[in-house]
């Protein structure tokens, strides 16, 4: 059978080969492609204990679901019967939750085994979700999957979709959707809705269709936040050279672009942003990578920025300081999970924003007129006069400085290159605002000890470099020599600063869960959709004296599963299976497919195949059983489909955090 299953697979699989490239939304520094995060865009948190929560897989401890936190695969967003929230993926596709609802996102652009196609996956388990879904590219499969059905949604379309003890219920608002139902898995029915009409799909496995209904609190509440969400796209200019950058920074520009800052023209930068911060702020002077905290996130450093407006902005481009303008957004269509300069010295942190002469000098700034006696980040050069351009400055970029170098500073976007020349030039003239551009960034840095890093107010414990000299003991400590690390190392001990702590409250998380509220907390057997026990939603808080006091936690306990409801499944991988008598799989870790009886993954094929072309049958048999070592047999690691059994696993990768040494960028 085994032999006969790799024929049919394989000859399924040749459309690897001949698929049109899709058009990708952006390019990862440390990750793939065809790939697009998710993050929390609309909240109201009062830290009450009913606030949003966000589960990573494989953790018992939640997040409180703030603003700008990033969701990606193996995430399980929960609302209380208080609060409400929204969801926003970087392709456009909007997801609101209802109160008392649970949903997990099971992959993004994983791709398939059979075919071209890319599966994106939302679980719903309980609860009501209103869905503004747009395409990222035709190979995207785009699907709510409920105990009961799975619905596919078209470009545009605009649904909500409920799942409960009576059923699943799928309205459409816009566009069309087509549900997937029924008990027999060789014989699954189907029920397609266009606007304005309803289905319900009750537990029995029977389609029902029903009245339309626009007036519950949920579709009013959507409606009255639709209403805004048009005002804004409206009002907003959008510069046509934005136009050709990623979607993401496209409906950032239609979002927020007029309402919290002005696009201008700059003589060097081309078209860029201005936020209105710069005018105005509660706190004083703005500047970016201030107001936020760091998470790690998916084994990378992620800021998770306060300002309203701060996804795009902070992960999509870079920022520059300019004398009369104050700080500038430069859009680009490279993400990292936090475009910043570290050092460390003295037990404190530092960081800053990365910017266009980190990318000649890698970090290792020559900055004129510093001021301060100490390597942060860079080579001071204390003889360098004011209005004299420093001494190394790149009179022409070559062809072999812009192509990628084993270095370790990051990769130069491709519409940042001209204006890295234009820049690099003005600086060789000693042009006077690119000077004070040069000295002005450093003077930007955030400066933190190393055992606040981690605190939930980080902006209280955070303070300037100019306040970080005041203080006599940094005087003292200067007095001693000091040698410069790599911004890179820094990053990464950061990183692990923040490991450590999130270790250490999971493990204190456990200890305290067994007993909260006066409850019992008891395991879930969530097939596929919530691998772990549910406690109290945010974490204990250590206070004065060494108590540790849990706040009193609500149910978040999700409901059980039948593991069979995944043959329920848009995927073609899932239709091949079931006539062959195999499982299909999925691994939210490594956001991919895989067949466990044939020790098939999908990304191991789709490399393979790209790489080598088929060998036997069209299908690359010399995987093993091993694929890509996360969905094969005997590996608890994703959702079982065709009515096999499931397991998990969380998500992981790799951190950026800019780093010296000239040159392009290592891909950690």
């Not at 549910?534 to 006091?549: F, M, Q, S, T, Y």
Request: charged share 20%.
């Amino acid at each position: 059978m085994k032999q006969r299953a790799i024929i049919v697979l394989g000859a399924l699989a040749l459309s690897f080969l001949f698929a049109q490239p899709a058009v990708g939304n952006y390019k990862m520094i440390n990750g793939a492609k065809d790939f697009y995060f998710g993050h929390i865009s609309y909240v109201e948190i009062k830290h009450d204990g009913k606030d949003p929560v966000v589960f990573r897989e494989g953790q018992v401890r939640p997040e409180v679901a703030l603003l700008n936190l990033p969701l990606g695969p193996g995430d399980i967003i929960q609302t209380s019967d208080a609060r409400r929230c929204e969801v926003q993926f970087d392709n456009g596709t909007i997801v609101r939750l209802d109160y008392d609802t649970e949903l997990k996102i099971e992959t993004i652009l994983a791709p398939s085994l059979s075919t071209a196609k890319k599966i994106s996956n939302l679980l719903l388990a309980k609860g009501q979700v209103y869905v503004m879904y747009k395409k990222y590219d035709s190979l995207e499969i785009f699907q709510i999957i409920t105990p009961s059905a799975a619905i596919k949604l078209s470009h545009h379309a605009i649904a909500m979709i409920r799942s409960s003890e009576e059923g699943t219920d799928v309205q459409v608002e816009q566009g069309k959707a087509q549900i997937l139902y029924g008990e027999d898995k060789s014989n699954l029915l189907e029920v397609k809705l266009k606007a304005k009409e309803r289905a319900l799909i009750t537990p029995d496995h029977q389609a029902k269709p029903a009245s339309y209904a626009g007036e519950s609190d949920f579709h009013a509440w959507n409606a009255s936040v639709n209403e805004n969400f048009r005002v804004l796209h409206e009002e907003s200019f959008l510069p046509k050279p934005i136009e050709k950058l990623p979607k993401a920074v496209v409906y950032f520009a239609q979002r927020y672009g007029n309402v919290y800052g002005e696009w201008l023209w700059h003589p060097l930068y081309g078209y860029v942003w201005r936020p209105y911060y710069n005018d105005y702020y509660p706190w004083g002077t703005w500047h970016p990578l201030y107001y936020g905290s760091w998470t790690v996130y998916q084994g990378q450093l992620f800021w998770i920025p306060e300002e309203p407006w701060g996804w795009v902005p902070y992960h999509l481009g870079i920022w520059m300081w300019d004398p009369k303008k104050g700080w500038l957004w430069l859009p680009g269509s490279m993400f990292a999970p936090a475009w910043a300069v570290w050092d460390f010295y003295f037990g404190y942190y530092f960081w800053r924003a990365w910017s266009l002469f980190d990318w000649y000098y890698g970090a290792y700034f020559y900055w004129p007129q510093m001021g301060y006696p100490f390597h942060y980040g860079m080579e001071y050069e204390p003889d360098v006069p004011p209005g004299r351009a420093p001494e190394e400055v790149l009179h022409a970029i070559r062809k072999d400085q812009l192509q990628k170098k084993k270095t370790v500073s990051p990769p130069i976007p491709k519409e940042m290159k001209k204006v890295l020349q234009t820049t690099l030039k003005a600086l060789e003239r000693a042009d006077a605002s690119v000077l004070s551009t040069l000295r002005e960034i450093p003077r930007k840095a955030v400066a933190v000890k190393r055992e606040d890093l981690t605190s939930p107010r980080l902006r209280e414990k955070a303070i300037s470099i100019e306040r970080f000299f005041e203080q006599p003991e940094s005087k003292r400590m200067l007095e001693r020599e000091s040698t410069p690390q790599d911004s890179l190392s820094v990053s990464r001990g950061a990183l692990r600063t923040i490991q450590r702590s999130q270790a250490i409250g999971e493990l204190e998380f456990r200890a305290l869960g067994r007993q909260v509220g006066g409850e019992k907390i008891r395991p879930s057997d969530f097939s596929g959709i919530a691998p772990s026990p549910r406690p109290a939603e945010v974490a204990p808080d250590v206070k004065a004296g060494g108590k540790i006091e849990v706040p009193v936690a609500r149910d978040l306990a999700p409901p059980s599963l039948s593991p069979s409801f995944r043959f329920r499944d848009w995927n073609p991988d899932v239709k091949t299976a079931i006539q062959m008598g195999v499982r299909i799989s999925y691994s939210s870790r490594t956001n991919e497919v895989s067949c466990p009886e044939l020790g098939l993954a999908s990304r191991a094929i789709s490399s393979h195949m790209r790489a080598a072309g088929p060998s036997f049958g069209g299908f690359p048999v010399s995987l093993g059983s091993g694929g890509s070592g996360e969905g094969s047999a005997g590996h608890s690691s994703g959702t079982t489909s065709s009515g096999a059994g499931s397991s998990s696993a969380s998500p992981s990768g790799s951190s950026h955090g800019g780093s010296r040494g000239g040159g392009q960028a290592k891909n950690n």
